[in-house]
């Protein structure tokens, strides 16, 4: 796999990587200035930079959101050897409209009511930067490096790895 050569190439790269991992961590800080993360399932990555999840409006999430809505959100696809890191700025709102494109019949698992469930909230996160690291070939490939890297005694290249700011 070839570096991306632009801007765009290189978001368009995020936006891949981010679709087909769809779970990720949210990292938030807490009211004590601990940082805090947490399991999530993607709605939708836009990405002219904007992610989305759906949440509890009382939960501690969207209220540590409130006080400091810097986050990162990191996924991890380790079967294709991917991994991103998105931080940014985050933002609690409900809009019925967005969240009725959003909305899959799977949700009914946390949001037993569907769009009705009380408290039900949208968290859109919009993405500062991101960085990617995308190790081209299949574990077979990375194996053979890693096993080359044990006895010449050198790292294993990391693959593709792309600093993106938006």
């Not at 037993?112 to 859109?124: A, C, E, H, N, V």
């Not at 993405?127 to 294993?156: I, R």
């Amino acid at each position: 796999m070839s570096e991306p050569s632009t801007t765009a190439e290189a978001r368009r790269r995020v936006t891949e990587l981010v679709r087909r991992a769809r779970i990720c961590m949210l990292t938030t800080t807490g009211l004590d200035g601990r940082m805090v993360s947490r399991p999530m399932g993607l709605q939708e990555a836009e990405f002219d930079g904007d992610l989305w999840f759906f949440a509890y409006a009382d939960s501690a999430k969207v209220r540590q959101i409130r006080v400091n809505p810097e986050v990162n959100v990191a996924f991890s696809d380790p079967g294709h050897h991917a991994w991103v890191s998105v931080s940014g700025t985050a933002q609690e709102g409900y809009d019925r409209a967005k969240a009725e494109r959003l909305w899959h019949p799977m949700l009914t698992a946390w949001f037993p009511d569907g769009l009705d469930t009380p408290g039900i909230t949208l968290i859109k996160v919009h993405a500062g930067a991101a960085e990617y690291w995308d190790s081209a070939g299949g574990a077979v490939v990375n194996l053979l490096g890693y096993a080359k890297a044990a006895l010449t005694g050198t790292p294993p290249g990391p693959g593709e790895n792309r600093e993106v700011s938006y």
